[in-house]
């Protein structure tokens, strides 16, 4: 079992805008289309295995979020055995109410 750091929807804040992170937002792409966190990019969950052969950036933080924080936690595990630094974020988007939520019309 890899240890995942796991941290809180208001800890999202922190890693918008920062070099070193990306955020990836797992939800479907609907949800996604409506709000999510300002730079978040969207892998859907549903696509997970796809997302595994993704080269994401090596050196980065990924923190991930779904929509409560249990897809969230096993992304980040699956891809910590790759040698991923990961986040995930205990209860998700539903639990974030940060300045970063981006709204789509």
Do not use: W
């Not at 890899?2 to 890693?15: C, G, N, Q, R």
């Amino acid at each position: 079992m890899f240890p995942v750091e796991t941290i809180s929807a208001k800890m999202l804040d922190y890693y918008v805008d920062r070099a070193d992170a990306v955020l990836i937002d797992l939800r479907d792409r609907e949800e996604y289309k409506v709000s999510h966190v300002k730079g978040a990019r969207n892998f859907p969950y549903e696509e997970f295995e796809e997302m595994q052969s993704y080269d994401f950036p090596r050196g980065k933080i990924l923190v991930l979020y779904c929509d409560r924080g249990g897809a969230s936690l096993m992304a980040a595990r699956l891809l910590a055995r790759k040698g991923y630094e990961t986040r995930s974020v205990i209860g998700g988007f539903e639990a974030y109410r940060g300045r970063n939520l981006v709204f789509s019309r």
